[in-house]
């Protein structure tokens, strides 16, 4: 028996409501739609069994698979929602407050026990960022980052901190997904000409630097972003800066780096100068894509090596999606960009379809690999707030458009554990949809009126490089060139290509007549006296008649030369004088 198409939970000024999975798509009854516009915080479980939200009057927590009410809090000002791995704890955060006479405030984050209904601790949490505590997928550990250091805690027994790594100044740390050992990696920034590092450790082994399991520094890092493969062997860093030095970039410099947990790493190297606008593992953990690059971007699929294996060319876009069973790719340019998709079956890198879902501002696959949601929502656009779903093949199956003075904010899927979903074979036909095809009328650049009634020269900004197979071909021992080779072999092509240039001006050159008596006299063969500064004036000489000559040709063409051209081409008497004197010494 399949399993059941996912929800959709919608979040906007109508309510709070969830929407029946393909290919129904009618407003669920598992959830009773929560008509008030005060919802700020919701969130799913996940494995998408438990679904909680604040109304702002109080946190509630249903069972969605048995549409019932299990948990009931009384939070009105709660802003944030988390479940544990094992639905075992709600945590909840609302703005940190002071009292007025300076005092320490209350906690603010706090952790329920969804079983009993009490709350098992509460903490002082000032920042929203990384609010919410990280715990192993089998909730044997559970780590907050707390004055420069992270705490550990075992078993969720919060009263008691089983562990704690303490470095320099710790501003981040992610925990690795996955079955035990616990990994995390720490991010320290750098300070008084220190550079800044990421180290891996695995739990609890904190020892030192010795103790680590890798270590990657680099100078040029505000911030980081630390993403963990699905199979925990490695980390891939995005280290920005938020200003470029150079003058580049408004988006400031990034650089991508590789570390794994056997001590190896790398600095990706990214054939395109740029900003890196996103980079995304793919769930097979052997692979992943970046897209980077000044506009068009590139998108380059690499493997563990680092090295390129699929190249897919320059193009409209900012953002790379994988399906979640890892068979398919979205790239997409959403945000200042009209929206184009590029659908690939990544086994064969092979396009499958190229949808375009304009003023888009969130993109999500469907937990079964074959659906699509993309939205356009509020705060970020406040007109035309609605959803898309579509099918992979480019059909659009869905669509919902919120009605007029009426916003949406919020968009996403029930999510479903693992494996639950397996993956299927690849379509290339489009599947069949009542919808209309959303064919976006192609726009048409601006024309002059006096160029209207005649015909369109083509120009181009940029030629767009077409996708690329980095694999080496069975059977050949090539590898694919590095980003240095690669800038040698285009500087030894020029240099090939300009002395095949000097050839045939030189073949040129000998082929013509000789030249008549009445040439002038700059045009006579060297001769040398035999000193070097007076053959260094003749040739001076030489070059500014010839130049002369050229500004004379100019103007008998009829080009208005310039004030200093004109007074160039007065002074040739007086160069050609010299010249005769010159050579008459010799």
């Not at 399906?323 to 200042?336: C, D, E, K, R, T």
């Not at 888009?360 to 939205?375: K, L, M, N, Q, R």
């Not at 030629?463 to 030894?492: F, I, V, Y």
Request: charged share 20%.
């Amino acid at each position: 028996m399949a399993p059941p198409a996912p929800l959709l939970a919608v979040r906007g000024s109508e309510g709070l409501y969830m929407v029946n999975g393909p290919p129904d798509f009618t407003e669920s009854s598992a959830f009773q739609r929560d008509s008030g516009k005060n919802c700020k915080a919701v969130a799913f479980s996940k494995d998408g069994s438990l679904f909680a939200w604040c109304n702002g009057e109080k946190v509630n927590v249903v069972n969605v698979t048995r549409a019932e009410l299990l948990r009931s809090f009384d939070l009105p000002r709660v802003v944030c929602l988390g479940f544990s791995p094992k639905n075992t704890i709600l945590a909840t955060w609302q703005a940190y407050t002071t009292a007025k006479d300076g005092s320490a405030g209350v906690p603010n984050l706090q952790l329920h026990d969804l079983k009993t209904g009490k709350c098992l601790k509460s903490f002082i949490q000032k920042k929203i960022q990384n609010w919410c505590p990280c715990w192993a997928d089998d909730e044997s550990v559970c780590a907050r980052n707390v004055n420069n250091e992270v705490h550990f805690f075992e078993n969720n027994n919060f009263n008691t901190i089983a562990n704690k790594l303490h470095l320099q100044k710790v501003n981040d740390f992610v925990l690795s997904p996955g079955a035990q050992p616990t990994k995390v990696a720490v991010y320290v920034p750098g300070s008084k000409g220190a550079p800044s590092f990421v180290r891996l450790y695995q739990y609890p082994s904190f020892g030192g630097p010795q103790s680590a399991l890798a270590n990657k520094s680099f100078f040029k890092a505000d911030k980081v972003t630390m993403l963990w493969n699905k199979k925990a062997t490695a980390v891939l860093v995005i280290a920005s800066t938020e200003v470029d030095k150079t003058g580049a970039s408004y988006y400031g410099e990034q650089t991508l780096h590789y570390i794994a947990t056997n001590g190896e790493s790398a600095v990706v190297q990214l054939p395109k100068n740029g900003p890196i606008y996103d980079v995304v593992w793919s769930p097979n953990s052997v692979e992943f894509c970046a897209v980077y690059g000044f506009m068009p971007a590139k998108a380059t699929v690499f493997n563990l090596k680092c090295d390129p294996v699929f190249d897919f060319g320059t193009g409209p876009r900012n953002a790379a999606y994988y399906s979640p069973q890892g068979h398919i790719l979205v790239l997409a340019g959403f945000g200042n960009l009209r929206g184009q998709m590029e659908v690939w079956d990544v086994k064969n890198y092979r396009l499958i379809s190229k949808p375009v879902a304009s003023d888009s501002t969130y993109f999500a696959w469907c937990p079964d690999g074959e659906h699509i949601v993309t939205a356009t929502c509020a705060p970020r656009l406040r007109v035309s707030n609605g959803y898309k779903i579509w099918h992979y093949t480019g059909s659009l199956l869905h669509s919902y458009e919120v009605p007029p003075n009426e916003e949406m904010w919020q968009v996403f899927w029930q999510p479903c554990l693992d494996g639950l979903f397996p993956p299927r074979a690849v379509k290339y036909q489009a599947v069949p949809s009542e919808l209309p095809a959303a064919e976006p009328k192609p726009a048409q650049a601006y024309r002059p009126p006096a160029l209207r009634n005649k015909p369109v020269m083509s120009s181009k900004l940029h030629e767009d490089e077409p996708p690329q197979n980095m694999k080496p071909q069975s059977g050949s021992g090539d590898k694919p060139l590095s980003k240095t080779a690669l800038k040698n072999q285009r500087k030894h092509e020029a240099k090939k290509a300009a002395k095949q240039e000097a050839r045939a001006d030189a073949n040129q050159d000998s082929s013509q007549p000789s030249a008549p008596q009445n040439a002038p006299r700059s045009a006579a063969p060297a001769v040398t006296s035999g000193d070097p500064e007076v053959d260094k004036k003749i040739k001076n000489l030489k070059k500014k008649l010839k130049a002369i000559e050229q500004l004379k040709e100019q103007a008998a063409a009829g080009k208005q030369l310039e004030k200093n051209q004109l007074e160039k081409i007065q002074k040739e008497t007086a160069l050609l004088q010299e010249l005769e004197d010159l050579e008459l010494g010799l």
